[in-house]
């Protein structure tokens, strides 16, 4: 059973930082997309940032050159740092794994619970 624990949520002013964990716990196999995903009220959840096992990142163009996602691939941990946050970035933060099963192939999805990010002007 796999699980995702999310941390490092809170409250900030516009122009601060905050760094976001989370810890998986479980079988996520060697081949698998480590992404961090919000929703903002009102609002779809959306893509903010990814990583695959061998390091690529693929980026939202609202956070491209404030928000870094980084992964420990010993621990099977994914982080987002947030830099020069905004009002707009305001929203529920989820992290998601997605892992595929080895030699039959197909994708499974998984979701953290979520994690507050308020950022105040």
């Known amino acids: 059973q796999v699980r995702l624990v999310e941390s490092g949520g809170g409250l900030v002013q516009a122009g601060g930082s905050l760094r976001l964990s989370c810890a998986t716990s479980?079988?996520?196999?060697?081949?698998?997309?480590m992404s961090w995903y919000r929703q903002a009220p009102g609002k779809q959840r959306e893509l903010v940032a990814s990583i695959t096992n061998g390091g690529s990142t693929n980026y939202a163009d609202s956070v491209k050159g404030r928000f870094t996602i980084s992964r420990d691939n010993a621990e099977n941990t994914v982080y987002l740092q947030m830099n020069s946050l905004k009002p707009e970035d305001t929203a529920v933060y989820y992290c998601?794994?997605?892992?595929?099963?080895?030699?039959?192939?197909?994708?499974?999805?998984?979701w953290g619970q979520g994690t507050q990010v308020t950022v105040s002007s």
């Open positions: 998601r794994v997605d892992s595929r099963r080895p030699f039959i192939g197909d994708w499974s999805t998984y």
């Open positions: 479980g079988n996520i196999g060697s081949t698998n997309v």
